[in-house]
């Protein structure tokens, strides 16, 4: 079984940063494809962004240039490092494993003054 472990959501001002962290628990071999989802409340989860095994990086328009995907240096794990925040930014944000189908418990981001 694999669980994937969410940290790093919390209260921030507009203009702010946040960095989330997922790690992998449970895992014989490495998860090469990541991806970072998130959800506001009444609306359907989005995609925000993923990296692939070859380190090409995906993300949606709406946080292209602020937010930032990588792989961390422990195995299996992943970051969304998040500049330039937005109220419109707020949401649950969910860790994702597209070949395995696990999800993270989901972190919360609230961006407001």
């Known amino acids: 079984q694999v669980q994937l472990v969410e940290s790093g959501g919390g209260l921030v001002q507009p203009g702010g940063s946040l960095r989330l962290s997922c790690a992998a628990r449970g895992m014989i071999f490495s998860i090469n494809t990541m991806a970072w989802y998130r959800q506001a409340p009444g609306k359907q989860r989005e995609l925000v962004a993923n990296?692939?095994?070859?380190?090409?990086?995906n993300y949606a328009d709406s946080v292209k240039g602020r937010f930032t995907i990588s792989r961390g240096n422990v195995k299996n794990t992943v970051h969304l490092q998040m500049n330039s925040l937005k109220p419109e930014d707020t949401a649950v944000y969910y860790c994702?494993?597209?070949?395995?189908?696990?999800w993270g418990q989901g972190t919360q981001v609230t961006v407001s003054s």
């Open positions: 990296i692939f095994g070859g380190g090409t990086t």
């Open positions: 994702h494993a597209p070949m395995l189908g696990s």
